[in-house]
């Protein structure tokens, strides 16, 4: 596969018919945005998108349309607005999943196909398990696989964030991929119905997904994959306390298609910074969803989506695509 080269924007826009100059920016926006969400709805990324979507609607004095185009592993909602007209009222409300389908050989294009926007939030992920489980800390379980080898069982949804969160604890950890069993699952609900039952020993989960059964203590959240504690978890260390030297988040964004003026994504970044640097919107997302707000406008946000890329492309070496 090749990677996907990235092509400056400019401010004419290719239509039907011929190019025509883009609005004056003092214009932008004056009809509704559609933001494309490539998950069904009730997800995480469902839920937190939905809610960037309120806020900026708020900001901009603009309706937002937060629209599910779901299926394909998020690849058709992305390939929708790929495919978009580039001039601002088309978003992509996304994470890793850009770079992941494409590493994993499902989309023949990565996060490079797009322009970014603007990174909002980080949402902390944790490793857990089911409250009877005989591992109660993340420390615990390089020795048990240690000691039960390829019983044990470890769930994720193939290419997307788990899978590579796992691939990135067995490095750090210090486990061999060869020694464990990775178990596919369509989706979070199938993992934690199979961990609930027995049926594999370890998924990869955060608060949006996982909140309630820590809380209920169905499951055991194991650490915290972060620098800090999570205030909703606070006798839940970090995996860097445990020795295990690893921060996973889940981080997600905004991006519009390929040509989208730098002047028209810049608005909308200085709306959401208007409604994003607001303690109670702040303490509200990491309380509630384990998700830190980190706001990186387009060039910042290009520079984190590389270094990104090449960590993931590292560690889908140790994936067989066969």
Same mark, same amino acid.
């Given at each position: 596969?090749?990677r996907a080269v990235?092509?400056?924007a400019?401010m004419?826009?290719?239509v039907?018919?011929?190019?025509?100059?883009?609005?004056? /920016?003092?214009d932008y926006?004056?009809r509704?945005?559609?933001?494309?969400?490539?998950?069904?709805p009730?997800?995480?990324t469902d +839920?937190l998108?939905?809610?960037?979507a309120?806020?900026?609607?708020?900001?901009?004095?603009?309706p937002?349309?937060?629209?599910?185009?779901?299926?394909?592993?998020?690849?058709?909602?992305?390939?929708d607005?790929?495919e978009a007209?580039?001039? =601002?009222y088309?978003l992509?409300?996304s994470?890793?999943t850009?770079?992941?389908s494409y590493?994993?050989?499902?989309a023949d294009?990565?996060?490079e196909?797009?322009?970014?926007?603007a990174?909002?939030?980080?949402t902390i992920n944790?490793?857990?398990?089911?409250?009877d489980?005989p591992?109660?800390?993340?420390?615990?379980?390089?020795?048990?696989?240690?000691k039960?080898?390829?019983? +044990?069982?470890f =769930?994720m949804?193939e290419?997307?964030?788990?899978?590579?969160?796992w691939l990135?604890f067995?490095?750090?950890a210090?486990?061999?991929q060869?020694q464990?069993?990775? +178990? =596919?699952?369509?989706? @979070?609900?199938?993992?934690i119905?199979?961990?609930?039952?027995?049926e594999i020993?370890f998924?990869?989960l955060?608060l949006?997904?996982?909140g309630?059964?820590?809380?209920? =203590?169905t499951l055991?959240? *194991?650490?915290v994959?972060d @620098?800090q504690?999570?205030?909703?978890?606070?006798?839940?260390?970090?995996?860097?306390?445990q020795g295990?030297d690893?921060?996973?988040? @889940?981080?997600?964004?905004?991006?519009?298609?390929l040509?989208?003026?730098? /002047?028209?994504?810049d608005?909308?970044?200085?709306?959401?910074?208007?409604?994003?640097?607001?303690?109670m919107h702040r303490?509200r *997302?990491?309380r509630e969803?384990g998700t830190r707000i980190h706001?990186?406008s387009?060039g910042?946000?290009?520079?984190?989506l590389?270094e990104?890329?090449?960590?993931?492309?590292e560690?889908a070496?140790a994936?067989d695509?066969?």
């Amino acid at each position: 596969m090749r990677r996907a080269v990235a092509v400056c924007a400019c401010m004419i826009l290719a239509v039907p018919g011929g190019a025509v100059p883009v609005q004056a /920016e003092e214009d932008y926006p004056d009809r509704a945005i559609r933001l494309v969400i490539p998950f069904g709805p009730g997800g995480a990324t469902d +839920v937190l998108f939905r809610r960037v979507a309120d806020w900026l609607e708020t900001s901009l004095d603009t309706p937002i349309d937060p629209v599910n185009v779901s299926g394909d592993a998020a690849i058709r909602g992305a390939s929708d607005v790929k495919e978009a007209t580039p001039d =601002g009222y088309t978003l992509l409300g996304s994470h890793q999943t850009l770079s992941l389908s494409y590493l994993y050989g499902k989309a023949d294009f990565s996060y490079e196909a797009f322009a970014p926007v603007a990174l909002l939030m980080r949402t902390i992920n944790i490793p857990a398990t089911r409250a009877d489980h005989p591992v109660d800390a993340a420390d615990g379980i390089a020795p048990y696989v240690a000691k039960h080898g390829d019983n +044990v069982r470890f =769930g994720m949804i193939e290419g997307s964030t788990d899978h590579f969160f796992w691939l990135h604890f067995f490095e750090e950890a210090g486990i061999d991929q060869d020694q464990v069993a990775l +178990v =596919g699952y369509p989706d @979070t609900a199938s993992q934690i119905a199979a961990l609930m039952t027995g049926e594999i020993d370890f998924s990869m989960l955060n608060l949006p997904s996982g909140g309630e059964l820590f809380a209920s =203590g169905t499951l055991t959240p *194991l650490g915290v994959a972060d @620098t800090q504690r999570l205030p909703t978890l606070p006798s839940v260390p970090t995996l860097q306390e445990q020795g295990i030297d690893m921060v996973n988040t @889940t981080d997600r964004g905004l991006f519009a298609p390929l040509g989208t003026p730098i /002047e028209r994504r810049d608005v909308l970044v200085s709306a959401l910074l208007q409604v994003l640097d607001d303690d109670m919107h702040r303490q509200r *997302l990491e309380r509630e969803f384990g998700t830190r707000i980190h706001v990186q406008s387009s060039g910042d946000y290009s520079r984190v989506l590389d270094e990104q890329f090449r960590r993931l492309e590292e560690l889908a070496k140790a994936i067989d695509f066969d």
